[in-house]
């Protein structure tokens, strides 16, 4: 089945360590974006990239990095985490024009001890 | 700067009853409008969407939204909901003039409880 695939699907992480999460889309989308989910406070843009070997930032790009080597890969790295960053993060993909509908993969979920 | 608000966080209704969900939203410009739906443990999935045209759009799954530009609203609604529909909603804008990227905006949620 055509999609998104996160991994890993939750994660335990302690404070100061280095973590990347992992995203693969197989619908050949040229954008594709993080986001984070909190509670009472909706989806948030993290990074977003609109083809391969482009990237930006989204409304909370501090601790976050991303790069884009091909289309189908847009992995996300915390360099040192902070429990602030504990969420559940979401990768989606579009066509990448402005009427395009967003797809979703099943998130990772992240505690930061 | 466009801005989505759903104000009901959580909505318990009956099974069968019918069932309103609220969206209201603010921006500059003309926009794009969807509603996601959200099952435990899944990401969220597009239910409908607005884009130009009729401006009641209905799901596969008997939803509806209506645009009302006036009131900038695109509140989503069934007739008759079933135990399924147990889920959260989202509402969301997209900025056909935001320059780099496509910029949605997304509503805060309401978590649809279907009582039996």
């Known amino acids: 089945i055509a999609g998104i695939t996160q991994a890993p699907t939750s994660q335990i992480l302690a404070a100061g360590r280095r973590m990347t999460l992992r995203c693969t889309q197989d619908?050949?989308?040229?954008?594709m974006y993080w986001y984070r989910q909190d509670l009472g406070l909706g989806l948030r843009l993290i990074h977003y990239?609109?083809?391969?070997?482009?990237?930006g930032k989204g409304e909370v790009p501090d601790g976050y990095s991303v790069s884009r080597a091909n289309t189908d890969d847009f992995p996300l790295t915390l360099a040192s985490a902070v429990p602030s960053q504990t969420s559940v993060y979401f990768c989606?993909?579009?066509?990448?024009?402005?009427?395009?509908?967003?797809?979703f993969g099943n998130g990772t979920r992240l505690t930061v001890t | 700067a466009q801005s989505v608000t759903q104000l009901d966080s959580q909505v318990p209704v009956f099974e069968e009853a019918p069932v309103e969900l609220r969206c209201n939203y603010s921006?500059?410009?003309?926009?794009?409008l969807f509603w996601y739906v959200q099952y435990p443990n899944q990401g969220l999935q597009l239910l409908l969407k607005?884009?130009?045209?009729?401006?009641l759009v209905k799901s596969i799954n008997g939803f509806e939204a209506e645009f009302n530009k006036s009131q900038t609203s695109f509140h989503l609604r069934k007739p008759s909901v079933h135990i399924s529909d147990t889920a959260e909603y989202f509402c969301?804008?997209?900025?056909?003039?935001?320059?780099?990227?496509?910029?949605?905006?997304f509503g805060t949620g309401t978590k649809l409880q279907v009582i039996p």
């Open positions: 607005y884009l130009s045209g009729s401006t």
């Open positions: 990239s609109n083809t391969a070997g482009t990237t």
């Open positions: 619908m050949r989308h040229n954008a």
């Open positions: 969301a804008v997209s900025d056909p003039a935001a320059q780099g990227y496509q910029k949605v905006t």
């Open positions: 921006s500059s410009v003309s926009v794009y």
């Open positions: 989606a993909s579009s066509a990448g024009t402005d009427n395009s509908p967003l797809h």
